[in-house]
């Protein structure tokens, strides 16, 4: 997860909305799922509440979210 600028986002959730499987970034704002393939929608969301959400396939070369 990226700001806008390209900064990594650390402590950013992303949620597995077809699961309900969360994820926090890492320093470099990366954070790993497991899913079957085809489509998943992940939903990243800031420690301000500021959100911002993406579906992408599984697989896929990239599944960078911009918040």
Known sequence: VRSA?????PGITVLLKQTGAE???????????KATDGPVTLVATAPTGEQATRTVDVPAHDYDLEL
Do not use: I, K, M, W
């Not at 600028?5 to 986002?9: E, K, M, S, V, Y």
């Not at 994820?23 to 799922?33: D, I, L, P, Q």
């Open 23 to 33: 994820y926090v970034t890492n320093a470099e704002g990366r954070f790993a799922f």
């Open 5 to 9: 600028a390209g900064d990594a986002l």
